[in-house]
């Protein structure tokens, strides 16, 4: 059993909170981060992709519109390093009418979003596998942000600022004393061990998943409504800005480019349970028919990986259960000392990734207010680590990495004479010498990448390396990467032959959940040499069974 | 005829082919083979290279029924007869021996060793325990029994082989027959061309051509061998000159020596490809690489022609007859629409798919344990490999051998090879006693002596 002590108890990594650990450090308090998996494991990382420009919302939901083209440009410039500046377009479909065009000009305008009307002519210049009956073509401000990569920017600022991380973690009783919360005790799920953390101030952002959070402390009744949105990532990137239909918020209306695929969303469903969220056939076809009216042939474009979201979303009395995309997307604090006479804990309900910092900000004041405290929000002030250079991410980055290591290479790294020395008398590798291969070739990850942070968190599984490094996500989908990962591991990871066994079968068995919803055309081509591989040629399949598998 | 010619004209230049083979792989190269040696013309046409070099470069007959198998052929005919929906139950057990043997014939010792009858055990690249049948000489010292000392050697400039991965499973592994091995790993350094740090399994292949270079590996890997131990190496020991270049190397290193094949391509695999792609050439048959059926003609249940496309030419081909032995899903010659519908690209023939499984459930969201029924989709043949749609032929002249066939999932049953060979040898000899011309000259002549007895 481990003892800690903190200001603040943040529960829930994703990005909201994230973002609430970055406040709070920044403003002085100490402070613990909270998540049962890894960050950005629940909805932050399973979105499309999109930072909002607020052209998505200057007619269902001005007030947020506002608040994204805000947020874009700080986002932008605090974590440079996950936000591509894709710019992006809204267009009007040949099935779309027009009258909305109008209605989103107006919006545009009033809740000051930055547009500039183009003439389709020029909108399929710059995109040229648009749909060209389009009618109407507006340039907005969009861009992309990897959700992983902004997540765990501003959990190692956190860290930078004096606060703790702790993945893996799950919240199993919020004590209280009186009507005040004073410990959080936890399950260290990867050590098997307790944690107990007193504190003063427990801030619940656990998405999906606030409302169990709130039970466990008295607060009954939070009602956390599921909207379940499924993701489609095709291979390639089909456009290089992000593309809206210009209509009223509705399914497979967006497609975005990120990193190295585009991706088509969503659907919203309602769904029962946040843990399990199923992509039912019927949906990925409407995604393929949405992506057809923006892009022509779009059936014909490989979909490499699907999987979906779970929008939190509390619920309002006002709307029908059933219907989430019309419940309000902007943020619920509830202040659970009014509500439910329970001092010492906010939850923060809802929202979107673009507006995080903001959200975050909003439920700091408020615990602020609550403490006493006056101590201002700088979240808007200061780069996050690795970001402080104000350069956007480039889709061609890790090329220009790779090409550049290997202008170095000959230089720094042991000549071929030393090698053949050393390989004469036996001695084991320089691993200098091979830091620069290429592990995942989709990806263009290399191996140093994959060891230093092996080195940084070592009981990770090949998915929470994934997340950070992109292994295993392009066109083979771990085919040949996943094995080289897992040697990789066991020769340098320090760990043993049973665990590494077991992370391989795991990491088949996810990169799986996203594959056969959307198996068709040159993926099933590719599964087919995958299977052949693993279940073929290295006979994955009798390797001995674990006692039980590798879950964490 | 000099090492260097190659002769790719063939002697019946002008003459229209008697059958056209779609697919190079190794049930093409085989059927094609098999037509020539007995006297027909046959044009062969091909997408790319065949997939003998993305499996794993040995001959699987049967490896799992579920249950590992160690008398493939015996087991073939109990299993054909528990499954007569899979390939083997039209094939039967006597067309896989004749094909095996064939195959054996063309191949020849310095390719294949083993036979038909029994499995061999190999440490595969994860440290699995893999059943096939006939195997490369340069994996024979690999076979594992009960006692064997093994050290596995890797090379830090290869990614594809990571030797603890293969040494600790084996190590911590009942063997089949009861009994264990020991292993240990050994990574070491290597550069096949100087500062090359991430290179192929083929650039080391390559390199080890080279007798200086591979003395200066033999020597490097010598070191590492202690009293007694069985040496694993990727299977990277000699490209076109593997003979010299493995027996060199086992020499020099003084041990028992064997090769582990890891992701494709596969350098074993690839030695095989050659050896028949060259002998398809030798014998005369017209060879198309990088040409893909792009449309047929047909009349009266007979297909007439294909249109044979070369980058921007196209080429209508008539025939006698035709086999279709272009694979599986993995070379695209079946596919699965964005609808969910399967597929024959090549020829558009009917697609089989398994019994009681409809189109949306066809793939499962299963990943351990079981067979996704989609990769047993293909086209349905008759004992004679003619393909059938509801047991009547969709073409009186239309055959079907290898992946395209339906019922199998080769790479979990470890039957690819074994399907090939049966289906090329029955498809072939139907074909053969189809044709008139050659049917008179008997197929007493279907050896691979033929061929070469007509060249001289």
């Known amino acids: ?552 | 005829m000099t090492a260097t010619a190659i002769p790719t004209t063939p002697t019946w230049a002008g003459a229209t082919p008697h059958v056209v083979v779609i697919g190079a792989g190794i049930a093409g190269l085989i059927a094609s083979l098999r037509l020539r040696a007995a006297g027909a013309r046959v044009t062969q046409i091909t997408k790319g290279l065949g997939g003998i070099q993305l499996g794993q470069g040995s001959i699987d007959i049967l490896g799992y029924t579920p249950d590992r198998v160690s008398a493939p052929l015996e087991a073939v005919a109990a299993f054909a007869a528990a499954h007569p929906a899979h390939p083997y139950s039209r094939i039967g057990v006597d067309a896989v021996r004749t094909g095996v043997e064939y195959l054996q014939q063309v191949a020849g010792p310095d390719l294949l060793v083993g036979d038909a009858e029994h499995n061999v055990n190999l440490p595969t690249a994860v440290g699995a325990i893999r059943p096939t049948a006939l195997v490369p000489p340069t994996m024979v010292a690999g076979e594992l029994h009960d006692g064997l000392k093994l050290v596995i050697i890797g090379i830090a400039q290869l990614k594809d082989f990571h030797p603890m991965l293969v040494a600790q499973n084996l190590s911590r592994t009942t063997l089949p027959d009861g009994g264990h091995v020991t292993a240990r790993a050994v990574m070491t350094d290597f550069e096949p061309r100087p500062n090359e740090f991430d290179a192929t399994g083929l650039t080391f292949a390559r390199a080890l051509d080279d007798p200086k270079t591979r003395r200066t590996f033999a020597e490097g890997i010598k070191a590492l061998v202690n009293e007694g131990e069985t040496v694993g190496l990727p299977a990277v020991l000699g490209g076109e000159d593997h003979k010299a270049a493995f027996a060199e190397i086992c020499q020099i290193i003084g041990a028992p020596v064997f090769e582990i094949p890891s992701l494709p391509p596969c350098v074993p695999g690839m030695r095989l490809n050659e050896a028949l792609v060259k002998a398809v050439k030798d014998a005369r048959v017209e060879f198309i690489l990088g040409t893909k059926v792009t449309g047929f003609t047909a009349a009266d249940g007979h297909l007439v022609s294909v249109t044979a496309s070369t980058a921007g030419h196209k080429r209508e081909i008539a025939a006698d007859a035709f086999l279709l032995a272009a694979g599986g899903f993995e070379s695209g010659a079946l596919k699965l629409d964005s609808h969910g519908h399967p597929l024959d690209t090549v020829l558009g023939l009917p697609v089989k798919l398994p019994d009681g499984v409809d189109e949306e459930h066809l793939v499962t969201d299963k990943y351990w344990g079981v067979a996704q029924p989609l990769f047993k989709v293909g086209v349905d043949v008759d004992e004679s490999m003619k393909v059938v749609d509801g047991g009547s032929p969709v073409y009186d002249n239309v055959y079907a051998a290898g992946g395209v066939i339906a019922g199998a999932t080769r790479w979990q049953e470890k039957s690819g090879e074994g399907i090939a060979l049966g289906s090329a040898v029955k498809a072939a000899d139907a074909i053969l006693a189809s044709l008139p011309v050659v049917a008179a000259t008997g197929l007493a002549a279907s050896s691979p002596l033929a061929a070469s007895a007509e060249r001289n």
Request: net charge negative.
């Open chain 1, 1 to 552: 059993m481990r003892t800690m002590d903190a200001d603040v108890v943040v529960i829930g990594g994703g990005a909201t909170g994230a973002g609430v650990v970055r406040d709070v450090a920044m403003r002085g308090f100490s402070a613990v981060l909270l998540d049962k998996a890894d960050l950005g494991q629940g909805t932050t990382g399973r979105y499309h992709g999109l930072l909002h420009s607020g052209g998505r919302y200057v007619v269902s939901d001005p007030e947020s519109a506002t608040e994204c083209a805000e947020e874009n440009e700080i986002v932008t410039r605090i974590h440079a390093d996950a936000v591509e500046k894709t710019g992006g377009l809204f267009v009007v479909t040949p099935d779309d009418p027009m009258e909305f065009s109008d209605q989103w000009t107006e919006g545009a305008t009033k809740s000051k979003v930055p547009w500039t009307e183009i003439s389709t002519a020029e909108a399929l210049r710059r995109e040229p596998r648009l749909n060209p009956g389009i009618k109407r073509a507006f340039a907005v401000h969009d861009g992309t942000v990897d959700g992983w990569q902004m997540v765990w920017g501003a959990a190692h600022s956190a860290e930078d600022h004096g606060a703790k991380v702790l993945t893996y973690t799950a919240v199993t009783e919020i004590i209280r004393e009186g009507d005040q919360v004073t410990a959080v005790i936890a399950h260290d799920l990867k050590n098997d061990e307790q944690v107990t953390i007193t504190t003063r101030f427990v801030i619940n952002t656990a998405g999906p998943w606030a409302g169990r959070i709130a039970d466990l402390v008295g607060c009954h009744d939070v009602e956390v409504v599921p909207g379940r949105g499924i993701m489609i990532a095709m291979n390639h990137r089909l456009v290089n800005t992000v593309v809206n239909r210009c209509i009223y918020p509705a399914d497979g209306d967006i497609l975005v480019p990120v990193h190295t695929v585009s991706i088509i969303g969503t659907t919203d469903v309602k769904a029962d349970d946040p843990q399990r969220l199923a992509i039912p056939r019927n949906e990925v076809q409407q995604m393929f028919d949405s992506g057809e009216a923006l892009i022509p042939g779009f059936r014909e474009a490989r979909a490499v990986h699907a999987w979906a979201g779970a929008r939190p979303l509390f619920k309002d009395k006002r709307v029908a259960a059933t219907d989430t995309r019309h419940m309000s997307r902007g943020m619920s604090i509830l202040d659970h000392g009014t509500r439910d006479g329970v001092q010492g804990i906010v939850s923060i309900i809802g929202g979107k990734l673009t507006t995080y910092r903001l959200m975050a900000k909003n439920v700091v004041d408020v615990m602020c207010d609550q403490l006493g405290e006056s101590r201002p929000c700088t979240t808007a002030d200061e780069a996050v680590p690795g970001s402080a250079d104000g350069h956007t991410y480039v889709i061609t980055h890790r090329l220009r990495e790779n090409e550049k290591a290997r202008a170095t290479h000959l230089e720094v790294k042991p000549k071929a004479t030393d090698v053949a020395v050393a390989a004469k008398a036996g001695r084991t590798p320089s691993h200098a010498a091979i830091d620069d291969q290429i592990i995942c070739e989709c990806e263009l990850m290399s191996r140093k990448m994959l060891t230093d942070l092996l080195a940084e968190q070592p009981d990770a599984t090949l998915d929470d390396l994934r997340r950070q490094l992109r292994l295993g996500m392009g066109p083979c989908q771990g085919g040949f990467c996943s094995m080289r990962a897992t040697g990789v591991a066991l020769e340098d990871g320090g760990i043993d032959i049973e665990r590494a066994t077991g992370l391989l079968r795991l990491f088949l068995k996810n990169r799986w959940i996203g594959l056969w919803p959307i198996l068709y055309g040159e993926q099933v081509r590719q599964t087919a040499l995958d299977d052949w591989i693993f279940q073929g040629t290295f006979d994955v399949e009798h390797l001995p069974v674990p006692e039980s598998e590798v879950e964490l």
